[in-house]
């Protein structure tokens, strides 16, 4: 079956603009996540979604960074306002809705602000 | 928090050789998942092995596999007979039982493959 898609698959910005990224999980996976990793950096965890649940919105580093799920499957990360800092690609990842289960990854969307 | 250590930045290895990739975490729970990803140039993140703490038994999968010493808190990733194709950045990622919480990844080790 298909696995985690993300587009567009790079991004080039003006400071100062927003942007809109997109990703649309493994069909069945309830589970959906957004990660941030910055040049020779690991993963940093960005915002969860599960189910109907409200998200966990506790690793955006700014107000500046939001994400919506609509019916339960594909989510969009809006970052307002692009500084440069925000280069990096975004990383998008689903999993079942059960405790433990491996997350499957999109190719991400690299993210470049000039 | 629960934070995972990659010690190894960068590691090479001669094609059909055996390497092994280091993974320290710290936590205060008795009951986690652990996992091992590979990220080639193509950015897609790959999942490779992966090990429930309350189990014992070393997971592998193929020529992949893992060295699970709880008490020590080491989860090191063997790899053998490696091929030009294992080369990439691997990722320790270390996640909690308590529902579908997001994985803590440490910063990751470069593996060279020399033909």
């Known amino acids: 079956g298909a696995g985690v898609s993300q587009s567009p698959s790079n991004k080039v910005t003006e400071k100062g603009k927003d942007v809109e990224l997109r990703c649309d999980p493994i069909s069945g996976h309830t589970a959906l996540y957004w990660y941030r990793q910055s040049l020779g950096q690991g993963l940093e965890f960005l915002i969860y979604?599960?189910?109907?649940?409200?998200?966990?919105k506790s690793g955006l580093p700014s107000d500046r960074f939001s994400a919506e799920r609509t019916g339960g499957s594909v989510s969009t990360l809006t970052i307002q306002r692009t500084q440069q800092e925000d280069s990096a690609v975004y990383l998008c990842?689903?999993?079942?809705?059960?405790?433990?289960?491996?997350?499957?990854f999109g190719p991400g969307t690299r993210l470049t602000v000039l | 928090a629960q934070t995972v250590t990659q010690s190894q930045p960068e590691m090479s290895v001669q094609e059909a050789e055996t390497v092994t990739l280091s993974c320290t975490y710290d936590t205060s729970e008795s009951d986690y998942y652990l996992f091992w990803y590979k990220q080639p140039p193509s950015r897609q993140m790959i999942l490779v092995i992966r090990?429930?703490?309350?189990?014992?038994q070393n997971a592998t999968e193929n020529r992949f596999s893992v060295n699970f010493q709880k008490a020590a808190k080491s989860f090191s990733l063997k790899i053998s007979d490696s091929q030009l194709g294992d080369a990439a950045m691997y990722f320790c990622a270390y996640r909690t039982t308590s529902g579908n919480t997001p994985l803590v990844f440490g910063k990751g080790t470069r593996l060279s493959v020399i033909a």
């Open positions: 979604f599960q189910g109907n649940s409200a998200p966990d």
């Open positions: 990842a689903s999993s079942l809705g059960i405790a433990g289960a491996a997350q499957y």
């Open positions: 090990q429930e703490a309350y189990k014992q």
